[in-house]
């Protein structure tokens, strides 16, 4: 059975947790850079009514959540592997006017669109993000870099819808990106230099900062959401043991998280200190429960 299943099967927040019922427990550790992901389900027998719930359970609105849930983790995993400290994180928005729009006339308002270069569709805005990165690109070549250097990953969101027919919603992106040559007055004024406004921050990585910048760019719920990195970014290989955990163990964090189970957890994993408290599920349809952990590498 596959580990969305499980995240799909195991959704109650309390439970009894029936150690005894279980083969065993199986642990999916990730590490991307100082980040320690820890995944642990029971080693069961999935009865054909779990298959068939799991199964129907993948065309539910559960499965578009546990969708969006992956998402920001894997977007979290990926910065964590891939970017340091010199990264640059950026929101990009257009010169859009800022009148009324009950007051104004929709067609003069269209030709200002027409005029200013402002996207009437989300393939303008890659196209316009895409010329962005050329130029990102060329920058770091220029100090000598190499264009594989170039590191980036880019999320476009779509807003509100403006008021009338005609104007289509207002769009703008989340970017991180890092190379040589590249600081913030760089990367803002490529962008601002014919599209509009930027804003930069350097990227934290302290404790929870990967994730928090995950949550940030995948914070979107409406409309459109668009993603994508550049080819050299690598993804952390999970790693699978039967032998980490034990059903006390997990049996302990499930009765109680607060006092065991970072207790537990930091003995497992020596030199990694727990940045997100267990969360412990359980299943009408499973016996045992399934647990989630981060844990950070302490400096």
């Known amino acids: 059975m596959r580990v969305s299943d499980y995240d799909l099967l195991f959704d109650l927040p309390e439970g009894e947790y029936e150690g005894g019922k279980i083969g065993g427990v199986r642990t999916v550790t990730i590490r991307a850079g100082r980040s320690l992901e820890i995944l642990c389900h029971p080693i069961v027998r999935i ?14 609105p559960a499965m578009e959540r ?3 849930k992956n998402t920001e983790r894997h977007i979290m995993r990926l910065i964590e592997a891939n ?6 994180v950026v929101t990009g928005t257009y010169a859009y006017p800022m009148e009324d729009y009950g007051m104004c006339d929709l067609e003069e308002m269209a030709g200002t669109y027409d005029r200013r270069g402002l996207p009437w569709d989300v393939d303008r805005i890659r196209k316009d993000v895409r010329n962005w990165r050329e130029k990102l690109k060329r920058r ?15 999320r476009i969101e779509e807003g509100k819808e403006p008021p009338g027919v ?9 970017a991180i990106v890092e190379g040589p040559g590249l600081d913030s007055e760089t990367v803002k004024a490529l962008w601002e230099e014919k599209h509009g406004h930027a804003h930069c921050d350097r990227l934290d990585l302290k404790d929870d900062g990967a994730a928090r910048v995950a949550r940030y760019l995948c914070k979107q719920r409406r409309g459109g959401r668009w993603w994508s990195h550049s080819r050299n970014l690598r993804a952390p290989v999970p790693r699978i043991s039967d032998r980490k955990m034990s059903r006390r163990r997990m049996g302990r964090i499930a009765a109680d998280v607060q006092r065991d ?4 957890l930091e003995a497992l994993y020596p030199g990694y200190k727990v940045v997100e408290l267990p969360d412990v599920k359980y ?8 647990i989630y952990a981060r844990m950070r590498r302490r400096d």
């Open 83 to 88: 970017f340091t400290r010199e990264a640059i």
């Open 47 to 60: 009865s054909a009514e779990a298959r068939r719930e799991a199964k129907a359970r993948r065309s539910t």
């Open 283 to 290: 299943s009408d349809f499973v016996t045992g429960c399934y």
């Open 66 to 68: 546990l969708n969006a």
């Open 140 to 154: 770091v070549l220029a100090v000598g870099g190499r264009a594989s250097d170039l590191k980036w990953i880019v």
């Open 166 to 174: 005609g104007l289509p919603p207002k769009y703008h992106f989340h």
């Open 261 to 264: 189970g970072q207790a537990i």
